[in-house]
């Protein structure tokens, strides 16, 4: 489950989106650099081995913590791509291939445009097809529908198996884990023909994952008078309405929390202008994170797997505490609002790309102060749940206790 969300404002390009994965499945914030390779050398995918290229550029990934591929991100170029999940009537192969998260970050290492991008994972689709257990917990396989932009250009891709059509993006479009082409594409796959979504949409899991409820909210955001970096946050904090709260699951928001029969979690979230300033989570509940600045080189992101895991771990471990009630929750809102309009403040006063560098780090150096802060009043209480519904709690303290035992807390 997933939201993004593109759109253009006086001649600026923006995107944004929230990876909704298993709660326990941490979510990595990595800068991966350039490199070069020898003639012949082979890449290991998630799944499975292809031919590497001779330069893949940099990029930023924020990827699920054991997959190749990556949920979103961005590279030196100002090139974006983010994925959803899209529930097909497509029946899987008996083999093993790409996964979309794989075929975001091979555009993004080898491509410099969107129009290169949508035409990599066209052909890579075509030629390994898109098959493998996408699920962190359980098995959980699907097709996918792809943003793709850069400053100049959007394009929306949705698949089915080797199937796909795709649309250029004039002015603003978000998308969920349902289809969006009917008729209204572009190119479509040689060989097909009619309207998409009625062909592939497998109508009663799409109804499920609460997918229209959720594109239907981002949209209706994103097109309101407003600052563009506010609408972003306002759209990927959004609920469903106000009674959902840390101890209230909920499938129709965009800012997913978990614990109900169906559904996933919001691990981690970005947005920001395409090729110019973005802003992180880090952390799952956007509604509880501090969304920090980072510039398009993004030197402050590490590219070691072990820092970001620890750094995710850390935030997590805070938002249970307050899950659990040993930690104010009130008290942390309120700093965590406080501290994000400080934020805003310093990257609006902000003049060059030195200037936004050091804002950038000085905001990441204020979000820890204060996580670490909170953390200390947890320190020493349980992981177990008091609010919430029988299955909620019953739920979260299984994920708890799961979550400590797989990483050794």
């Not at 008996?94 to 998260?101: A, D, R, S």
């Not at 840390?246 to 109900?260: E, R």
């Amino acid at each position: 489950m997933c939201d993004t969300i593109y759109f253009k404002r006086n001649g600026r390009s923006y995107f944004g989106k929230n990876s909704d994965r298993s709660p326990n499945e941490a979510h990595l914030m990595i800068r991966e650099p350039a490199k070069d390779y020898q003639s012949g050398e082979m890449l290991k995918t998630t799944y499975i081995t292809i031919q590497q290229i001779a330069h893949t550029y940099e990029c930023v990934l924020l990827k699920p913590n054991w997959i190749w591929g990556a949920e979103m991100g961005w590279n030196e170029w100002g090139l974006n791509i983010g994925n959803e999940a899209l529930f097909s009537l497509v029946k899987r192969g008996q083999y093993e291939g790409l996964i979309g998260m794989d075929l975001i970050r091979l555009a993004l290492e080898r491509c410099k445009t969107a129009k290169e991008a949508l035409q990599l994972i066209i052909e890579s689709i075509k030629v390994y097809g898109q098959v493998g257990n996408c699920g962190y917990d359980k098995k959980f396989y699907y097709d996918n529908a792809f943003m793709i932009a850069d400053k100049n250009d959007g394009f929306l891709l949705e698949t089915a198996g080797r199937n796909w059509a795709y649309r250029k993006v004039y002015e603003s479009a978000t998308i969920s884990n349902c289809y969006s082409l009917s008729k209204n594409y572009d190119y479509c796959a040689r060989g097909f023909s009619g309207d998409f979504k009625k062909r592939f949409q497998n109508n009663l899991f799409t109804r499920v994952a609460g997918a229209e409820k959720r594109k239907a909210m981002t949209a209706s955001i994103i097109v309101q008078d407003g600052e563009p970096f506010s609408l972003l946050l306002e759209a990927l904090q959004s609920h469903e309405n106000e009674k959902i709260s840390i101890n209230k699951s909920s499938t129709s928001s965009v800012c997913m929390h978990a614990g109900n029969l169906f559904g996933d979690q919001t691990t981690g979230s970005y947005f920001g202008e395409i090729g110019k300033l973005y802003f992180v989570s880090g952390s799952s509940f956007p509604c509880m994170s501090v969304f920090k600045p980072v510039t398009q080189k993004a030197n402050i992101l590490p590219t070691d797997e072990k820092v970001a895991l620890d750094y995710w771990l850390k935030r997590e471990i805070l938002h249970r505490h307050i899950m659990c009630g040993n930690i104010d929750q009130i008290k942390f809102l309120i700093a965590v609002q406080s501290l994000q309009d400080k934020i805003f403040k310093m990257v609006a006063n902000a003049k060059t790309d030195a200037e936004l560098e050091k804002v950038s780090k000085d905001s990441f150096d204020l979000e820890q102060k204060l996580v670490d802060n909170f953390l200390e009043l947890g320190k020493g209480n349980p992981l177990h749940l008091k609010k919430g519904g029988m299955y909620f709690k019953s739920y979260w303290n299984k994920k708890n206790k799961e979550l400590l035992d797989a990483y050794k807390i």
